[in-house]
């Protein structure tokens, strides 16, 4: 080992071409199939365990969408994610409206948050056949004592400081949000979250002096549902604290979610996701990844590049051309990429990943 007799500077070179840093200056841009999370908006994602908790773990339907978005947040820490939906992509509705898609915060905000709807109380917060595992169920002063879920909360609900001070009564109601079947958590009955002494009154602020309408409370913090409209029962709810009675209910609301589906994700689904990355003015990428493209998502994202030229596509061989083709891969693989457009804004692979999926215990 090298050293100094006296103090100086010691300069070293260190090789780390075999390194692959995982740096923010790689911004990767991907759309493709999902089970849970917003759709149609672009979502940065910055590893895989927030890859899970934005958009769901892989399924027999989309794991090659999936890892393909995985395997790239391994080395790199910055990923803008598109999820795409089909003309059957739904969301569940506490009485299982058919039919009903809310696509992300922004469109229940714009579309779904006046209430004047016949889906029932709650919503899926995404589309998805996984927003059928959830219920929710709420109580007040009137429905505490024996409801179900009534050992999860520390006391039962009455009427608030703020309500109070307007010259307002019972205000307070818990709401519980619960993975009935187990799809989301893996177990079933798993409490997934919990809103304790949040208010019926629109105007109502918390002693820190946020808002705790249980409507804005769970549109701010929920990451499992969207609230669509106030019970039947639910005479003054939404209305401000002043002088105001809010009614009881007669019996707890419990509800299950249902009639969310994930849809048939097409080619064209597909290519309208990656449109949301066509404007470089606006959104910022350098590496475009592209799971399993056919050959029009593959020229779409070659026409994309071309077009904004601060970027490149990479890309692979369709699954057929590589796997249990022994012999032919060569060929089939040449092939396909004779079809495509000759760019200088494009990588192109010649094989397929083999590897373990630790969420279902098979390998992919």
């Given at each position: 080992?090298?050293?100094?007799?006296s103090?100086?500077?010691?300069?070293?070179?260190?090789?780390?071409?075999?390194?692959?840093?995982?740096?923010?200056?790689?911004?990767?841009?991907?759309?493709?199939?999902?089970?849970w999370?917003?759709?149609?908006?672009?979502?940065?994602?910055?590893?895989?365990?927030?890859?899970?908790?934005?958009?769901?773990?892989?399924?027999?339907?989309?794991?090659?969408?999936?890892?393909?978005?995985?395997?790239?947040?391994?080395?790199?820490?910055?990923?803008?994610?598109?999820?795409?939906?089909?003309?059957?992509?739904?969301?569940?509705?506490?009485?299982?409206?058919?039919?009903?898609?809310?696509?992300?915060?922004?469109d229940?905000?714009?579309?779904?948050?006046?209430?004047?709807?016949?889906?029932?109380?709650?919503?899926?917060?995404?589309?998805?056949?996984?927003g059928?595992?959830?219920?929710?169920?709420?109580?007040?002063?009137?429905?505490?004592?024996?409801?179900?879920?009534?050992?999860?909360?520390?006391?039962?609900p009455?009427?608030?400081?703020?309500?109070?001070?307007?010259?307002?009564?019972?205000?307070?109601?818990?709401?519980?949000?619960?993975?009935?079947?187990?799809?989301?958590?893996?177990?079933?009955?798993?409490v997934?979250?919990?809103?304790?002494?949040?208010?019926?009154?629109?105007?109502?602020?918390?002693?820190?002096?946020?808002?705790?309408?249980?409507?804005?409370?769970?549109?701010?913090?929920?990451?499992?549902?969207?609230?669509?409209s106030?019970?039947?029962?639910?005479?003054?709810?939404?209305?401000?604290?002043?002088?105001?009675?809010?009614?009881?209910?007669?019996?707890?609301?419990?509800?299950?979610?249902?009639?969310?589906?994930?849809?048939?994700?097409?080619?064209?689904?597909?290519?309208?996701?990656?449109?949301?990355?066509?404007?470089?003015?606006?959104?910022?990428?350098?590496?475009?990844?592209?799971?399993?493209?056919?050959?029009?998502?593959?020229?779409?994202?070659?026409?994309?590049?071309?077009?904004?030229?601060?970027?490149?596509?990479?890309?692979?061989?369709?699954?057929?051309?590589?796997?249990?083709?022994?012999?032919?891969?060569?060929?089939?693989?040449?092939?396909?990429?004779?079809?495509?457009?000759?760019?200088?804004?494009?990588?192109?692979?010649?094989?397929?990943?083999?590897?373990?999926?630790?969420?279902?215990?098979?390998?992919?």
């Amino acid at each position: 080992m090298a050293f100094q007799l006296s103090p100086g500077v010691n300069v070293s070179e260190i090789d780390l071409t075999t390194i692959v840093p995982s740096v923010a200056t790689s911004i990767g841009a991907f759309a493709g199939s999902f089970s849970w999370g917003p759709v149609g908006e672009i979502i940065t994602v910055s590893d895989e365990v927030r890859l899970v908790d934005r958009f769901g773990k892989p399924n027999t339907n989309n794991y090659e969408y999936w890892f393909s978005a995985a395997n790239f947040l391994a080395y790199s820490n910055n990923l803008k994610v598109v999820r795409a939906y089909g003309a059957d992509t739904y969301t569940a509705t506490a009485n299982g409206s058919p039919n009903v898609l809310i696509k992300n915060d922004d469109d229940w905000e714009a579309n779904w948050s006046g209430g004047a709807n016949t889906y029932g109380e709650f919503a899926a917060r995404y589309a998805g056949a996984l927003g059928n595992s959830i219920k929710v169920s709420v109580a007040d002063a009137n429905t505490y004592s024996g409801w179900t879920y009534e050992t999860q909360f520390t006391d039962t609900p009455g009427t608030s400081t703020y309500v109070s001070n307007a010259g307002g009564t019972l205000d307070e109601m818990h709401v519980i949000v619960i993975d009935e079947d187990g799809l989301v958590s893996g177990t079933q009955g798993t409490v997934l979250e919990k809103y304790a002494f949040v208010s019926k009154a629109g105007d109502a602020k918390d002693d820190s002096g946020n808002t705790n309408y249980y409507k804005n409370v769970i549109a701010n913090r929920s990451k499992y549902i969207h609230w669509m409209s106030h019970t039947d029962e639910g005479t003054n709810w939404g209305n401000d604290a002043s002088g105001t009675t809010y009614a009881n209910l007669s019996s707890a609301v419990t509800v299950s979610l249902s009639a969310g589906a994930d849809g048939t994700i097409s080619t064209a689904n597909v290519v309208t996701a990656y449109d949301s990355f066509d404007n470089a003015d606006s959104v910022d990428v350098n590496l475009i990844v592209s799971g399993p493209a056919d050959q029009t998502i593959a020229d779409s994202l070659i026409t994309m590049c071309e077009t904004r030229k601060d970027c490149v596509v990479f890309l692979s061989p369709e699954k057929a051309d590589v796997v249990d083709n022994a012999g032919s891969e060569t060929t089939d693989v040449k092939a396909y990429r004779d079809t495509l457009t000759s760019t200088s804004y494009a990588v192109l692979d010649s094989n397929w990943k083999y590897q373990y999926d630790k969420y279902n215990d098979v390998y992919r």
